[in-house]
């Protein structure tokens, strides 16, 4: 029996990770530290923002002060913010699943975003109201692929819903290794959508799909 659903952001929702990967390089390019998309691809999805600066830094063998991270980061919000002020198009099908869902079974955001990344991108796709629960890149220590940030989406779906969520008959919707693994590291089944990899790289899922277009709340009961 389903308890309760878990959707990542980046990569599910929306494909932002391409919006991402130009305001990272707003910042990190003047400082010579700019890199390819195919070194995002490889090393940098699925980080929140404060790792990702940490690992440019560290793959350049070059020093990161608290503050200068502390700026990079608030940097970083703002190139985003200006970037997707434009508008943002859903994955095909993910707002139906959505709104199948809200309501109806326990549900929960759970992304290595900042919340600010976030909140504006719900809003153009009317969805600020549908989630029982949201966990940010602002509320945890360390970033997918550690289990932290679904472990505190569980803890607070427990809350809401006292005595109607078990981990263990959750499903996480995840579209990358990191975030694979932090789902399963806390104990959830995973939903894997070939978004940003190939089905390939998608190990550990229960399921993988090419799309969640035309999957419902009662679809998604039947592929878990």
Excluded at 103 to 116: F, H, I, K, Q
Excluded at 127 to 152: N, W
Excluded at 176 to 185: C, E, L, N
Aim: aromatic share 8%.
């Amino acid at each position: 029996m389903l308890n309760a659903v878990i959707f990542d952001f980046d990569g599910v929702i929306v494909d932002t990770e391409p919006l991402h990967y130009k305001a990272f390089q707003e910042l990190l390019v003047p400082l010579g530290l700019g890199y390819s998309w195919e070194e995002y691809l490889d090393r940098y999805i699925g980080f929140d923002d404060r790792d990702a600066f940490r690992e440019a830094f560290a793959v350049a063998g070059r020093q990161l002060s608290d503050e200068e991270l502390k700026a990079l980061i608030h940097g970083k919000a703002q190139a985003f913010l200006r970037i997707v002020s434009v508008g943002v198009a859903p994955y095909a099908g993910v707002v139906e699943l959505i709104r199948s869902i809200s309501g109806n079974l326990p549900l929960a955001l759970c992304s290595g975003a900042l919340r600010s990344d976030i909140d504006p991108i719900l809003a153009q796709l009317c969805l600020s109201d549908s989630f029982d629960v949201m966990v940010t890149a602002d509320e945890v220590a360390a970033s997918k692929p550690d289990p932290e940030s679904y472990r505190l989406a569980v803890k607070r779906l427990q809350e809401v819903f006292p005595g109607k969520v078990d981990a263990a008959a959750s499903i996480a919707i995840e579209d990358t290794p990191a975030g694979i693994a932090s789902a399963t590291g806390a104990g959830l089944k995973v939903l894997a959508v070939t978004n940003s990899y190939p089905r390939e790289r998608l190990t550990g899922a229960c399921r993988v799909l090419n799309s969640l277009s035309g999957v419902d709340l009662e679809g998604l009961r039947l592929l878990v």
